[in-house]
């Protein structure tokens, strides 16, 4: 990431949802403010092209990746809400990135804790006040530089609670993680109290040559970019992982499960899923 500002990978999900917004329908996720965070206006994001995921800047990444970002989103605000309706009063967004949920809260009480690297952040406040979108009050920005800081730490001097239940939403982040890391993360969140969810995509690994060597290609353009993957899980892999850290419930889909659970019972990417979508899952897990 370019200690200057957010990563290409931020922006082109920014990118993404504010192209998703005013383009896809019918709508998976209803995001004004992503267009006006970054900068752009709906002729300018209708004018350009579809851009590649790891070159943000004109318009959109392709359709399927497009909806998958939308389509996470939305899971894990669906989820943030049903924790609300029975109480919950803490999420922690880590690696929020352009994620402009805590300016569209609709839940009372409900704190947001955005958790990101220090430059990333000072460039999101910057793009805020120049874009005029207010901070709520329910808002608290929590810069952590994971080279140097302490998550816990942190978190805790920015007023969160340990002893409250919480939920973690944890997307585009995994795969840039170590395993050792992302563990450590899981563990993390698994000693909160309960009931806590957490919520986060990861890449699973191919199972064919063509598709190894598409997801190759897609990991070579982000490592030249600066941005390398660093791991990848099976399924199987983290429901051991989750259930051995306590928790109960996994609910794990595909990219193309979940896409289509959104689009009134279409089986157009579940079916036969794009290169782009077939190594993407999202998991939510309870403890």
Known sequence: MDDAG???TALATAYARAYHHIADRPRILTDPFAAPLIGVTADELFETAEPTEDHPGSGAVDRPRRLFFAARAR??????????AVGVQQVVILGAGMDTFAYRNPHPGLRVFEVDHPATQAWKRHRLAQADIAVPETLTFVPVDFET??????????????ADPAVFVWLGVVFYLTPDAAHATLEYIAGQAQPTEVIFDYVQPADTDEDRAQLQARANRLAAAGEPWFSYFTPDDFAAQLRALGFTEVEDLSAGELIDSYLDGSREFES??????????????VH
């Open 272 to 285: 036969n899923p794009p290169h782009a979508l077939r190594a993407s899952r999202i998991l939510r897990a």
């Open 6 to 8: 957010p990563s290409r």
């Open 149 to 162: 800081d302490v998550l816990a730490r942190e978190l805790e001097s920015a007023g969160f609670n340990r």
């Open 75 to 84: 899971f894990a605000e669906d989820r943030v809400a049903a924790a609300a």
